[in-house]
């Protein structure tokens, strides 16, 4: 099934009982802004998955501004919300899918399949007069026992490997001018991986913030669906794994599901002080 479901699907299904619906909602600088936006308003029967609380581990030398979680940690964050092996879960933000491809991404990575991402955020929920409630629901643990996919993921000595390979293609998911080396407002260091190519995240929406159809995500991706097609190896990175989510969830919307994301990404890459920085276009 097609990864990316729509509003009206949603609101069709949202009180199946096999239907656990996760609020993704979360903004960078201002960490409590998805839980005060939760509490005052949500898709009802939501429950809340904060990005850095749950979604990610904590930051330490290496790994990334959202160091990837271990899998029986993130399991056992799961089940407390209320996913199961078979729950069918539905992920939404208000970032443009940003977040909610993180839980997708994580989700899948653990082996669970049923998962999919709302095609707009939470404002076009309440825009389209959808319902929202601002009361919690009661969450009933479940159990989610992980089956890893380890070659979903690319970790730092995959992505050294890959320079110079031409059976590897690195893509970054970052801005233009972030992807360039003009500018950096996160990180402590500019530019990008030596060899890899510039598609930005939010190129796979449209202008309402709507996710495109798949002839516009086939054109905006041609360079990593051809090198696919070639029978090459596509890793995706951003700057700590998160904004390259989207971009691997086009894509495997698209039919390629052996992309793998690195998950420390570019904050990861520049904690090791040996790795080669390009900056400029490629």
């Known amino acids: 099934m097609n990864p990316i479901v729509s509003t009206q699907w949603l609101v069709a299904r949202m009180y199946e009982p096999d239907l656990v619906i996760v609020d ?36 330490t030398e290496h790994g990334g501004r959202h160091p990837l979680p271990a899998p029986d940690a993130l399991a056992e964050r799961f089940g407390r919300a209320g996913i199961g092996g078979a729950t069918r879960v539905v992920a939404y933000d ?19 399949d049923e998962v999919y991402v709302m095609a707009e955020g939470f404002a076009a929920w ?21 089956a890893v996919r380890p070659d979903m993921l690319a970790g730092v000595e995959d992505v050294r490997r890959a320079l110079g390979d031409p059976d590897t293609l690195l893509v970054d998911s970052r801005a233009a001018d972030r992807y360039a080396g003009l500018t950096e407002p ?28 798949d002839g516009e995500l086939r054109e905006q991706l041609a ?60």
């Open 24 to 59: 993704c909602r979360f903004e960078l600088g201002q960490p409590e802004a998805g839980r005060t936006a939760f509490d005052a308003a949500h898709i009802p029967g939501a429950v809340y998955l904060d990005l850095e609380r749950d979604l990610s581990a904590p930051v």
């Open 94 to 112: 208000d970032q443009g899918g940003l977040n909610a491809s993180r839980l997708w991404w994580l989700l899948r990575w653990l082996g669970h």
């Open 126 to 146: 309440q825009a389209g007069g959808y319902p929202v409630t601002a009361e919690r629901r009661t969450v009933v643990p479940a159990a989610f026992t992980p």
């Open 186 to 213: 996160l990180d402590a260091k500019a530019g990008h991986i030596p060899g890899a190519i510039n598609r930005f995240w939010k190129q796979v929406l449209d202008a309402s913030g709507a996710w495109k159809s």
């Open 223 to 282: 360079p990593v669906t051809a090198a696919l097609d070639e029978g090459r190896e596509a890793i995706v990175y951003c700057g700590s794994g998160v904004s390259a989510c989207p971009n691997v969830l086009a894509l495997y919307r698209l039919g390629y599901p052996q992309v793998k994301l690195y998950a420390g990404s570019w904050s990861d890459w520049i904690s090791y002080e040996n790795n080669p920085i390009a900056t400029g276009e490629e």
